[in-house]
């Protein structure tokens, strides 16, 4: 006969195992013949133009030509879905300044909240005034991953509500990891290091698969002599083992990406390391993913009211943000801007592609991932929230219908929110503001 004493030191070996850090959790949507959905935030400040934006007017739902200022998005069009007439009024309540309200309600969809910092209106502003929403899938879901999420950030500087987008709850702003080298140190580095090489890996493998079966055998011996209670307990306990084989699987099939090339060391708050700083940190995320290292995560790109300059690109002159506010018949500068805009395109064509690159089964990464592009305000010059550059991509593991270019008018941005959560296998009906909440997107 098998005591409980010797099942659960089989267990407690398996549960110690270096791979997964914190308690065991099942994850709703995931089983071991499936693979898990994630999601990715892409912020980019400062606004855009929705006349270089947005798909020509006589596109339809399912046929569209995407605007110059999306072109670099062209190889993935079929991933996409541009959204259009989606405004952003909750971030027209609270004090503070447009790009204060539009960082804290953009992903809380809850009104800033009075404090200590003071906005372009005079006025004193606080944080954002409840969870973000991928935190409040974190904290539904339980992903049982070494990390439940992972927030990075490229020259993001101050801890100021224009440079916070990721918030745990109401007033509890997380700040993002700018240096490539510790985002890497974080998801691959001391508690999340596996090994060294694949040979290594390999013998890593067979010693806990060992385990693994010890305690499955234990398992089977024990369940007959346990309550409906324990019973229970048990059962959710294997689903976690479960989740373990499938990740060590995971680990030895994409040995690339779970072992990748530390990142170089560069100036973090350097705007000529900027592109190759970005360009690091997604590598990081979708590694993380690949290794399902964590499911959810956030690249922020600079803050609202940015003071960067593009010098990699020769604009030498002006930064970001005064470029965003310059009048629309500034054509030099105008040219400027859309020269970024096109370059932030570009980024988020390149993390689509990495994404892509890494086969799920018959379908890759993209297709089991969620990616949200995001902006704290529609147009620099006039700090408007309305008609917002909303853009999904990915497949959400097929929860997603791809493709498509959707044209609301006057929809509520928390709307939008709540299908992403949905999505996601959250239920929405009780994230943001009360007073916005209407249900779902409809159409998407």
């Given amino acids: 006969m098998i005591s409980r004493r010797r099942f659960l030191k089989g267990a407690a070996g398996a549960l110690a195992l270096p791979l997964v850090s914190g308690p065991f959790r099942s994850f709703a949507a995931d089983s071991p013949s499936q693979f ?47 959204i ?40 004193r502003a606080g944080w954002g005034g409840g969870p973000s929403l991928d935190q409040y899938m974190v904290d539904t879901l339980q992903p049982s991953t070494p990390l439940s999420s992972l927030e990075l950030g490229v020259r993001v500087k101050e801890a ?24 890497y ?36 011996a024990l369940q007959s002599e346990l309550g409906v209670d324990d019973r229970r307990k048990l059962e959710n ?13 995971v680990i030895v099939e994409r040995q690339d990406n779970c072992l990748p090339a530390q990142p170089t060391t560069m100036d973090i708050m350097g705007e000529a390391e900027f592109r190759e700083l ?36 020769g604009l030498n002159d002006h930064e970001g943000h005064s470029l965003s506010h310059s009048g629309d018949s500034n054509e030099p500068l105008q040219g400027q801007w859309d020269q970024m805009l096109v370059w932030y395109s570009e980024q988020q064509a390149y993390l689509l592609e990495r994404l892509a690159s890494i086969p799920e089964g018959d379908k890759t990464l993209l297709d089991n991932t969620l990616v949200f592009c ?43 929110l709540h299908s992403i959560l949905n999505m996601m296998n959250v239920d929405g009906r009780h994230f943001g503001h009360l007073d916005f909440r209407q249900g779902p997107l409809p159409g998407l």
């Fill in 36 to 82: 898990p959905q994630r999601f990715v935030i892409f912020y980019q400040p400062n606004g855009t133009k929705k006349e270089g934006w947005s798909p020509g007017s006589d596109g339809t739902s399912g046929a569209f030509e995407l605007g110059p200022l999306l072109q670099p998005l062209s190889a993935f069009k079929d991933k996409l879905v541009v």
């Fill in 84 to 123: 259009d007439g989606v405004d952003m009024a909750i971030a027209g309540l609270g004090p503070g300044g447009p790009h204060q309200r539009g960082m804290a309600s953009l992903l809380t969809g809850e009104a800033i909240t009075e404090g200590d910092f003071v906005g372009g209106d005079g006025r």
């Fill in 160 to 183: 100021i509500p224009r440079s916070r987008i990721i918030y745990r709850g109401k007033e509890q702003p997380v700040a993002p990891i700018n240096d490539p080298v510790e985002a």
């Fill in 185 to 220: 140190q974080r998801a691959f580095g001391r508690s999340g290091q596996l090994v060294e090489t694949s040979g290594d890996m390999e013998t890593l493998m067979r010693r806990r698969r060992s385990v693994l079966d010890f305690v499955y055998q234990d398992f089977a």
């Fill in 237 to 249: 306990h294997a689903d976690s083992l479960r989740d373990l084989e499938r990740r060590l699987a």
């Fill in 278 to 313: 970005l360009r690091a940190q997604i590598d990081v995320m979708v590694n993380s993913f690949a290794c399902d290292v964590t499911r959810f995560g956030s690249i922020q790109c600079s803050s609202a009211v940015n003071a960067l300059r593009f010098t990699f690109m």
């Fill in 374 to 416: 995001v902006n704290e305000i529609s147009r620099g010059n006039t700090h408007s929230h309305s008609d917002m550059p909303f853009l999904l991509a990915g497949g959400a593991g097929g929860r997603l219908q791809t493709g498509r270019h959707l044209k609301y008018t006057d929809e509520n941005h928390l709307r939008l």
